[in-house]
Nanobody, 126 residues
């Protein structure tokens, strides 16, 4: 059974940092582009960051550029999201996703991802 499991969420004060992890199991995702999305209460799921299969290409939403860093360790079948200088508007459930197929590029739209984790809550207090 293919699974993506996020961890590392929690409550943090504005200006603080968190590191999210997404551990994959059931198959190797080392050839898949992967991404992070988030969904705040009452809002649609939105793109946060994506990384190509080998980590050579990364792309970020404007709202997190310069504050968040996506990375991956294919040997551990894990993708990370390092979040710095957190703001209250970053509060959301964060989801990791994998395309389920090889591609040399990256993707920013949710429908391009086949596998999803259950999400981890990030709450930033002001």
């Amino acid at each position: 059974q293919v699974q993506l499991v996020e961890s590392g969420g929690g409550l943090v004060q504005a200006g603080g940092s968190l590191r999210l992890s997404c551990a994959a199991s059931g198959r190797t995702f080392s050839s898949d582009p992967m991404g992070w999305f988030r969904q705040a209460p009452g809002k649609e799921r939105e793109f946060v960051a994506t990384i190509s299969w080998n980590g050579g290409i990364t792309y970020y939403a404007d709202s997190v550029k310069g504050r968040f860093t996506i990375s991956r360790d294919n040997a551990k079948n894990t993708v990370y999201l390092q979040m710095e200088s957190l703001k209250p508007e970053d509060t959301a459930v964060y989801y990791c996703a994998a395309t389920g197929y090889y591609s040399p590029t990256y993707y920013t739209r949710a429908h391009e991802y086949r596998y999803w984790g259950q999400g981890t809550q990030v709450t930033v207090s002001s």
